[in-house]
Each structure stands twice: as structure tokens, then as C-alpha cells.
């Protein structure tokens, strides 16, 4: 019998199916796909399990195979994302650490930089480093800038460490160690004997070296990171442990593959060394099926719009790319300021996010104002409206009081809504409050989490000199579509696309990525003075040690690609830019390591043809050209990659026609329209029964799935495109906003 949804027959068993599992806060997603039928999709939504996430991901994965037709047994790839590192890093969830650094610079975690959030407060909150300052151990020894001894390192102050971890109850099963010493990056000999006594005197110690995790210049940010590492890497084996678990407990010989923040994915080995790499996994992948879609669909620039039950985030893909950065903050204490959290020095999708989700909790602050998130009611107890406990009204609650949520078709009706319980909550902690009736208190949550997302994505958009209105606006997650339209309505958009599936939108990102490694190197000279010998040996040394760790997972050394980048800056400045270096140039360095002889030649080709590439990088990202100021390198940086999977969009099968058909709507029911002022009687369509071949319907509408619903508010209309995505235009606007290029 063929699924409706899906459009695909559960009597036919594929032998080879992939699937993308991404744990969120609030709803654990899963997308299953048949290799043997591109396009074929069965999702799968469940709460999430906080005490055992594994419990979450075997009940959406058991949901997934039954309505398939399948069998653990036939699962060849198991992609998956997870929030789990960067929840431990906000919430302080992680193992006990020490630092073990340099005499000396015990306290750089805690003076962290020059640069002041806030120069204007006196009693400025700074991010609490990972480990106290009584976990925090010198050694005697000292590096150069180069990387030549200075000072040796002294034994002797190692075993006075490993003597006072000891005292404090580190080794075996017990606390995480992060070693991070004065330039190890440019020559890593002291770390790696510091680590090879401890482990010698503390069996089972567990250690992170700095120039392992983030082996580059700047030693606050490498330590951080080294530290937030190991922080997080006990936690992170027990978890990967039970998913594999879980997965060999359902029979399933499925590879497992983890989503990095930079957009690639890595083995369970390398998430095991390096959980730190995973501390954006899930948004990242959110931002990867938005471009996977847009490339798919003509529209390769788009602002990508992700909201589910936690948290909201947009990222503004230009040229069919998600852009990435290689600077992340975690936990920043003053929401949205740059330099009041943790930096960690990763590869990470460059994408704004903010606490208002589904579950975000609504309030009264002591001002009269009506404030949403970050902090949410998640999983358990959840939203007033599910039943499980929760009294705080939340935005959940809000979209069910204004009609736009049907509270018996929650997850296709597996769910059951209460509305009385949110309209009580909203009545009690927001309507008394402000005077509001319960409709209104309801509108002003609403509202005002779409103002807050709005401002993020018009923030993200002007940093890099774009203009969000633009783009499209391409939505997904289980809340994205509801807000959507009012979202794209305070940023001037006009064109919004609801991808099929929109609501476990994010797998997608998963099983279009390929298998990755990020690898940097610190070379600090101007290019007027760099050895490109040296740039040349730099490079080919990580284009080999990411080949063979390609090859040790699967990929055939063949179809290995290498992307190249230099992090670039003008003399006297503090930070850099990044740089793609143009195939000249890498051509020039690859023929200089393999003959040195040809240095003059290749060294000359290769500075001209970088040095244009950072004129016109600083060009696009500022609006000037760079002035007469020479130029210098900081770091240098290889990403290998496998190919890119075989993989089709899911999108819906059914009957077509040669002539426009009417959507008949399966019913109605009361919704609230500002426009308007009052709930109307609003046409109730399901999206299984809309096909590209039908007449745009027009607003206001609501067209339900199982996993989202999608609100056309009065004015605007909804038609179906070949993809199987609902693209909604909003008035105002006569050509469609596909084709057009952020200014």
C-alpha cells in the first residue's frame, strides 16, 4: 500500500537505506532515504529523551522503519547531529578539568583578552574559564615564537603536577586534563612529554594537547578550546557509546558518522579525540539542507531560517554556500555581545542562533514588557499545552491559542494538545500582568518572538554586508514555517520557501555532506618576507595526513579533494580574514614541495596570485579597497573531503494533471489575523494532498503535515513548486525574489 505522505510504497524493501538523526532540545528528527529510490523519504519526530537521548533516537528510528517497511538489518549509513556539547559547555555539565600550562600564564583563561564587551561597565560578568584557578598547574619550560627551546622542560616540575592531580583525585575514570603550552603549536615536543609522564604517573588520565585540538597561534583561544575539549570528552564517549549501542542492540550494521560544525562529517573515532569539532553539528546541518535545496531549486542565495522547540537560527547562504568561520563563541553571558563567551577556534557554519524556539517561556519583566527565552521549557516538562507538567507559557502555547496549531493534528494526531492549559498559563504569567486578554497575551508572544528573531537575521545579514530582504527565506524546523510569514514581514522579504519535510528540515544537511577534516597550521610572516618553501611543505603535510585519515575511514584515496585557505590580515592589525587560495597559487606551492629548485618561479606566482585574492576579499567584505599597507599570514589551512553523497531532496509522489486543479481544503477552523483584529474562520489544507499542478491558494490558509504547519497569513498565496516545496509570496512584490543577488 503506498504511503500518501511519502509517496512511496511500504512493500518494497530497499537493501541499503541512510538515515540523519538530529537531537535537538526539544524533538529528536530523523529522515530515512532508499539509495535505490532517490527521493523516497520516510521522517520520523519524537521528543527528545534528556536523561538517555538514545531512547529518543531508537523510537524515532523505530517509527521511520515501520512506516517504511524496513528493517534495522538493511541500514547501511547512520548520520547524526547533536546540541549534547554545547548544552554541557552552557550548562556546565562537563568533567572536572585541570589546565597544565607554561610558568607563568596559569591565568591567561581568566584574564582572556585586552578587548572589553563592554568598556563602559565596571562590573563587567566574564565567561568562568573550564578549569578553577586551584585546577590550574605550571611547568617549567618556555618556547620561543619560532619554536626553538628557549628553556628545556623540566621533568621534575611535571611530577609535581602529577603529584598534586593525584592529591586531587585525577587518574583513571576521575577529571580531564588539558595540556597547553607557549607556542606548542609551532613545535609540540613539551607537550607531548608532559603528556607521556602524566599518563605514565596517573594510568588512565584523560589528556587533550593543544596542539592536537587547535594547533594555531593565539594561545587564549587555543586554550580555551583545549579545554572546552576535554571537558566535554568523557561525556561525549559514554553518549556516542550508547547510540552504537543502541544501534547494535536493533541488529542495525549501519556506519555511523557525526556532523562537524564546519559543515563535513567525521567518524565516531575522530568525535571521540575531538568532540569539540561537533559543538554546532545540528545548526550546521540546518544550514547545509538549506543550500543543498537552493542549489536544487535555482535559488542560490537564500537566508536560511531554522526554528524548533529550543532555539532559532538563520544563516545567510550566498553563491549556493554556507559561509564558515573559524572563530565560535559558547556561552556568551551577555546575550548576542561579541567577546562574552568562550571562544573556541573550530571550523564552524557561520550562523547567528538565539534561545526562541517552540519552547521558548514567556514573561513579564519588571518593566511591563512581554520578554520570550532563551531559556525553554524543552522536552520535559515541555510547553502548558502538552500535558507533561509545564505551567510557563511558552511560544508553543501562543500558536495553539491563536489557531494556527490544530491541537488534535499535533504530529499528525500522535500528540494531543491542551489548549485550556495554555490558555491558562498565558492568562496567569502574561495576561494579568499587562492587562492583556488571553488573544492578545497570546499575539504579544507571538510577536515578539518574531521581532527577536528578526533582528538576529538583519544583524547576521549586515555584518556581511547583505541585505536580507533580498532572498528568499527558506524555513524549516517544526516552528519555522508557523512564523515564517511574520518573520519575513519585518525583514521586507516577500518570498518564502517551506521545503517538503520542512519540519525535520535539518536531516536533509546530514546525508548531503561529505566525509571531512579540517587542518590548520600557524606560519606568521608577511608575504613579502614568507618562505614559500615552507608554505609549500605546510600544506602538502596536511593534504597527506587528511588523505590517510580519508583512506582509515572508507574513502578512496582517488576521489579525495582538498580545499585550501590562508588567514590574512593587513600589518598592525589584530585579526585576520580568510582567504580561498586561488588554484594558481596552490598549483605554484604543490610544484615548489615537489621541486624545490623551481622556488623564484613558483614563490613569485604564488604571492601575486594570493595577494590579489586578499585585495578582493577585503574588497567584497568591506566596500573599499584595501590600503597601501603590506600584507602578512597568520595561519594556513586544508580541508580534505571525500566526495559529496549521492543524494535526491525527498520530495512527495502524486497525481498530475495537464490543467490547474482546485485545492479543496479538508476544513476550517477559527485563526487570529492582525489584519483584522479577530479570530476568522481559516481554510484547513493538508499538505499531502497538494500538487505542483494546483492553483495558488490564497491567504489566509494553513497547511498542515505531520511534522509542521505552514501559516499564509490574508494577502499572500501558496503554490507548490516541482520540488514539492510550498513557496508563499507575500504582497508587494511582482517577480519572484529567486533569482536576485544579496546587495
Given at each position: 500500500m503506498a504511503n500518501p505522505r511519502n509517496g512511496t510504497s511500504a512493500s518494497v524493501r530497499p537493501t541499503r537505506w541512510r538515515v540523519g538523526i538530529d537531537i535537538g532540545g526539544t524533538f529528536t528528527d530523523l529522515l530515512l532515504t532508499d539509495d535505490e529510490n532517490p527521493g523516497g523519504a520516510w521522517f520520523g519526530k519524537v521528543l527528545t529523551t534528556p536523561d538517555d537521548p538514545a531512547r529518543g533516537v531508537a523510537a524515532a528510528l523505530t517509527e521511520a522503519l515501520e512506516r517504511a517497511g524496513a528493517a534495522t538489518r538493511d541500514l547501511a549509513t547512520v548520520i547524526h547531529g547533536t546540541t549534547l556539547v554545547t548544552n554541557a559547555l552552557i550548562e556546565r555539565k562537563g568533567d572536572r578539568t585541570a589546565l597544565v600550562t607554561t610558568r607563568g600564564f596559569r591565568d591567561a583563561v581568566e584574564i582572556a583578552r585586552e578587548h572589553r564587551y563592554d568598556m563602559y561597565d565596571l562590573h563587567l560578568d566574564l565567561p568562568r574559564p573550564l578549569a578553577p584557578r586551584h585546577l590550574r598547574f605550571e611547568v617549567d619550560e618556555r618556547l620561543r615564537?619560532?619554536?626553538?627551546?628557549?628553556?628545556?622542560?623540566?621533568?621534575?616540575?611535571?611530577?609535581?603536577?602529577?603529584?598534586?592531580l593525584h592529591g586531587a583525585g585525577f587518574g583513571g575514570e576521575t577529571g580531564a586534563v588539558a595540556v597547553c603550552l607557549l607556542h606548542a603549536?609551532?613545535?609540540?615536543?613539551?607537550?607531548?612529554?608532559?603528556?607521556?609522564?602524566?599518563?605514565?604517573?596517573?594510568?588512565?588520565?584523560?589528556?587533550?594537547?593543544?596542539?592536537?585540538?587547535?594547533?594555531?597561534?593565539?594561545?587564549?583561544?587555543?586554550?580555551?578550546?583545549?579545554?572546552?575539549?576535554?571537558?566535554?570528552?568523557?561525556?561525549?564517549?559514554?553518549y556516542l557509546g550508547r547510540i552504537e549501542a543502541t544501534l547494535a542492540e536493533a541488529g542495525s550494521p549501519a556506519r555511523l558518522l557525526l556532523m562537524l560544525s564546519g559543515g563535513g562529517t567525521a567518524t565516531v573515532d575522530t568525535a571521540r579525540r575531538f568532540p569539540i569539532r561537533l559543538v554546532e553539528s545540528g545548526p550546521a546541518a540546518g544550514a547545509l539542507a538549506a543550500a543543498a535545496h537552493g542549489a536544487a531549486t535555482g535559488r542560490p542565495n537564500l537566508l536560511s531560517f531554522d526554528m524548533g522547540g529550543t532555539t532559532a537560527k538563520a544563516c545567510l547562504v550566498t553563491g549556493g554556500i554556507p559561509p564558515v568561520t573559524t572563530e565560535f563563541e559558547v556561552d556568551r553571558v551577555y546575550r548576542f555581545k561579541a567577546g562574552s563567551g568562550l571562544p573556541v577556534r573550530v571550523p564552524s557554519i557561520d550562523l547567528i542562533e538565539i534561545g526562541a524556539g517552540g519552547g521558548s517561556i514567556a514573561r513579564v519583566d519588571r518593566f511591563g514588557l512581554v520578554k520570550v527565552g532563551p531559556d525553554s521549557a524543552g522536552a520535559d516538562p515541555g510547553p502548558a499545552c502538552y500535558g507533561r507538567g509545564g505551567t510557563m507559557p511558552t511560544v508553543t502555547d501562543a500558536d495553539l491559542v491563536l489557531g494556527y496549531l490544530d491541537a488534535s493534528h499535533f504530529l499528525g494526531g500522535t500528540m494531543a494538545l491542551d489548549l485550556d492549559a495554555a490558555r491558562r498559563a498565558i492568562a496567569m504569567h502574561v495576561g494579568t500582568p499587562t492587562g492583556l486578554d488571553v488573544t492578545g497575551g497570546a499575539w504579544a508572544i507571538h510577536q515578539v518572538v518574531n521581532e527577536a528573531m528578526a533582528a538576529a537575521a538583519r544583524m547576521h545579514a549586515v555584518e556581511r554586508g547583505k541585505d536580507a530582504a533580498a532572498v528568499p527565506l527558506f524555513a524549516f524546523g517544526g516552528a519555522g514555517p508557523v512564523h515564517a510569514a511574520g518573520v519575513a514581514?519585518?525583514?521586507?522579504?516577500?518570498?518564502?520557501?517551506?521545503?517538503?519535510?520542512?519540519?525535520?528540515?535539518?536531516?536533509?544537511?546530514f546525508l548531503a555532506a561529505p566525509v571531512s577534516f579540517d587542518f590548520v597550521r600557524s606560519y606568521y610572516a608577511r608575504l613579502d618576507a614568507t618562505s614559500w618553501a615552507t608554505v609549500a611543505t605546510l600544506l602538502t603535510e596536511m593534504e597527506a595526513e587528511g588523505r590517510d585519515l580519508l583512506t582509515a575511514s572508507g574513502i578512496d584515496p582517488a576521489t579525495v579533494a582538498f580545499d585550501h585557505r590562508a588567514e590574512l590580515r593587513l600589518v598592525g592589525q589584530a585579526h585576520q580574514v580568510t582567504v580561498d587560495l586561488p588554484p594558481d597559487a596552490v598549483e605554484a606551492l604543490h610544484a615548489?614541495?615537489?621541486?624545490?629548485?623551481?622556488?623564484?618561479?613558483?614563490?613569485?606566482?604564488?604571492?601575486?596570485?594570493?595577494?590579489?585574492?586578499?585585495?578582493?576579499?577585503?574588497?567584497?567584505?568591506?566596500?573599499r579597497d584595501a590600503p597601501p599597507v603590506a600584507v602578512e599570514a597568520v595561519n594556513w589551512r586544508v580541508v580534505a573531503r571525500g566526495p559529496v553523497p549521492a543524494f535526491a531532496l525527498p520530495r512527495p509522489t502524486g497525481t498530475h494533471s495537464d490543467a490547474p486543479r482546485l485545492a479543496v481544503a479538508k476544513g476550517h477552523r477559527p485563526a487570529w489575523w492582525p489584519e483584522v483584529g479577530h479570530h476568522v474562520p481559516t481554510a484547513v489544507y493538508d499538505r499531502a494532498a497538494l500538487a505542483p499542478d494546483m492553483a495558488p491558494i490564497a491567504g489566509p490558509a494553513i497547511v498542515e503535515e505531520r511534522e509542521s504547519t505552514t501559516v499564509v497569513p490574508p494577502g499572500a498565496t501558496v503554490e507548490v513548486e516541482a520540488s514539492g516545496a510550498l513557496v508563499i509570496r507575500l504582497p508587494g512584490r511582482r517577480a519572484s525574489l529567486a533569482q536576485r543577488t544579496p546587495v
Open positions: 615564537a619560532d619554536g626553538t627551546i628557549y628553556a628545556p622542560l623540566d621533568l621534575a616540575s611535571v611530577d609535581a603536577v602529577a603529584d598534586a603549536y609551532r613545535n609540540p615536543a613539551h607537550e607531548r612529554a608532559v603528556a607521556d609522564r602524566l599518563r605514565e604517573r596517573l594510568p588512565g588520565v584523560r589528556l587533550s594537547l593543544s596542539h592536537e585540538v587547535a594547533g594555531e597561534i593565539r594561545e587564549y583561544e587555543r586554550a580555551t578550546t583545549t579545554l572546552a575539549n576535554v571537558y566535554v570528552q568523557r561525556l561525549m564517549e559514554g514581514r519585518l525583514l521586507g522579504s516577500r518570498e518564502i520557501v517551506v521545503p517538503y519535510g520542512a519540519g525535520v528540515g535539518s536531516t536533509i544537511g615548489l614541495a615537489a621541486r624545490p629548485s623551481d622556488g623564484a618561479v613558483a614563490a613569485t606566482v604564488a604571492h601575486d596570485a594570493i595577494a590579489r585574492a586578499f585585495a578582493s576579499t577585503y574588497r567584497t567584505l568591506y566596500r
